[in-house]
């Protein structure tokens, strides 16, 4: 199973970008696929979750300005980022669980597959 994270880059603030998440190796219909962020030292943060039904959950800190989305038959997941601010500057991981399950899920932990990161930076 791998995961390839692009489309990150530097954009102003107020800016947007669209990040992509490509899935290969398997078939992740009814699998959970998520968006966290990693900010220079900080821990690693939840974004967004999104089922294999289209269900989703936002962390509150991006709600309103990111929309995370997902194309079953690509096995591709994207969040449409808008609004950006300096303090969404981070990396940008693409997960997915090894499981079937029917509700998004923020905790990270429960994550099975990693993808290697794309960096976001949001100049003032």
């Known amino acids: 199973v791998q995961l390839q994270a692009y489309g990150g880059g530097l954009v102003q603030t107020g800016g947007s970008l669209r990040l992509s998440c490509a899935a290969s190796g398997s078939t992740f219909s009814g699998t959970v696929m998520g968006w966290f962020r990693q900010a220079p030292g900080k821990e690693r943060e939840f974004v967004a979750s999104i089922t294999s039904s289209g269900s989703t959950n936002t962390a509150d800190s991006v709600k309103g300005r990111f929309t995370i989305s997902r194309d079953n038959a690509k096995n591709t997941m994207y969040l449409q980022m808008n609004m950006l601010k300096p303090e969404d500057t981070a990396v940008y991981y693409c997960?997915?669980?090894?499981?079937?399950?029917?509700?998004?899920?923020?905790?990270?932990?429960?994550?099975?597959?990693w993808g290697q990161g794309t960096l976001v930076t949001v100049s003032s």
């Open positions: 997960a997915v669980m090894g499981y079937r399950l029917n509700r998004p899920v923020r905790n990270p932990s429960f994550y099975d597959y």
